[in-house]
């Protein structure tokens, strides 16, 4: 227990002590909101799709969890370069549990910073039905960041530097979230683009979150459980698997 | 009893031998020095006796466990200040050794009051509050060293611990090893550059160079193999010209062959 949750304290002290992560947390999710959101607002509309803002808000908000959970598993190639990957690997500690409680730090923050960003939505015209439904988001926003905390620490794990994570970033975190149904609707898609979407665990939280808070889920809160729960599972056994495999 | 077993150890690192078929060992309660030249293999050596890098062949035991099958139970048995920087810019130094002994379940109490010993005598305890980003290198050195007298483990291994350190903090250091060797049995395991170090504090000394251990012994024996006065010289001897001349035996030739073959 101790372990777990030093790890996780150590996670939050040092995310609230850097004022420019903060920042940069926050900045860039209501960039998106406010440009996409007022952009394509007017045409969203025209098209009879309603408001877009309210269609937006579910996806901005799994996008945050999606950054600041891969962001936090990734951590550990600083940590590695900073040198206290060290302390912790030789620590009488079984790894799994100094996973875990990297893990939860990192979801911890980013399910913080998402809660954040719902409650500036309400500024700009959204609303949360009730505390049902919120809950049922939280739920689907626990998942999205334990999936992608885990495929940080999973990817970190093998990287013995900095130099891929620029990659990572561009190649990896924009394609999750563009093809994800945060920005568009699912209804109607061109036949590739549906199949990636498909493909994309993202698309899952992205529709559970909406669908939880706007009450209209495309893939069916079902089907969106069952994948997360499972993708879930998986990428947490492989993450813990490659977290203990580290060599230094 | 022995405490450290190493035998036939080695470590490639694609194909560059770092450590070459080592063989040592290290009885309880005793001070060992391993002295080298930059690059020689010591910090390889230490890495893989203490669980962070697997061999490529050879066996090893920490007080009869295996580091690589037995990571868990090893990582009870030590503790380790590394020769890089390992503590957390982010955190202050009081919050750096709580960490610390939270993860090796020192009690709280006691966890208190050695923490405040400690930071006491690596002179921090005014700094305690203070980010380690804003420390000096001495000063994370020092911390680093305290972090290392936090827990009191079966065996203490030393990477250079005084590197970068004026003399009087040194000295106080190596009294403070000697001490808690003494008083707890406590094994320990170091490697310095400072010769007069390792004359006047280690039991036992061995010498690798290019990752191969060329003679152990007390300083004394070293100085008398070598038929020096002290150890900076003999070192020197062992692992200036002598050696590597003796050493372009055919056996080193053949290797050498084996090697411009492989690549
Ligand atoms: N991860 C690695 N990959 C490739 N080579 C490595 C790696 N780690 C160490 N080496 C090489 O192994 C050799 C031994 O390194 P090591 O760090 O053990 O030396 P050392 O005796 O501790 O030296 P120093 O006194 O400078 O600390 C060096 O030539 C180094 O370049
Ligand atoms: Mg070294």
Redesign the pocket.
Known sequence: MGAIYIMWLRQLKRYFRSKSRLIGAFGQPLLFLLALGFGFGPVFKQAGQGDYISFLVPGIVAMTVLFTSLSSGIEIIWDRQFGFLKETLVAPVPRLKIMIGRTLGGATLAIFQAIIVLLLSLFVGFKVPDVHSFLIALMFMIFIALIFTALGTAIASRMQDFHGFQLIMNFLVMPLFFLSGAIFPLQGLPKILDIIVRLNPLSYGVDGVRGALSGVFHYGLALDLLVLASVAAVLLAIGSYLFSKVQ? | MISIKVSKLT?R??R?T??NNISFSVNEGEIFAFL????????????MLTTL?DPSSGTLSLNGADPVKEKNTVRKSFGIVF?DPSSDDELTAYENLEFHGILYKVPKKLLKHRIEELLKFVELWDRRDSMVKTFSGGMKRRLEIARGFLHHPKILFL??PTIGLDPQTRSHIWEYVKKLNKEEKITVFF?T?YMEEAERVADKIAI?DH?KIIDIGTAKKLKKDTKTRNLEDAFIKLTGHAIRDEESTPAENMRMRIRARNR
């Open positions: 230094i | 470590k690192f694609k560059f770092a450590v080298g030249p930059n690059g020689a293999g010591k910090t390889t050596t230490i890495k890098l020769q990477d250079e490697t550059h690798i990752g």
